[in-house]
């Protein structure tokens, strides 16, 4: 696989940040909602997130399946 340096530098510091998903190479969509999404990783809990990106917040899971219209 393929990662994208932010992607490596994350993974192998274990760091505490939400970076793109897929090795970094998550793009942005919008939902059928009309938000503006990111698909992220943070290696320091192994959880995997969307990132909102006009409000640059981590959604919660419900709030993720609002926005992904599979309420």
Do not use: K
């Amino acid at each position: 696989m393929h990662e994208t340096e932010e992607f490596y530098m994350a993974r192998i510091s274990n760091a505490d940040q939400w970076v793109p998903a897929c090795g970094g190479q998550e793009t942005p969509f919008q939902t059928r909602t009309g938000r503006r999404l990111l698909y992220c990783w943070n290696p320091s809990i192994g959880a995997h997130a969307y990132l909102d990106l006009d409000t640059d917040r981590i959604l919660s899971s419900f709030e993720a399946h609002e926005a992904l219209g599979i309420a």
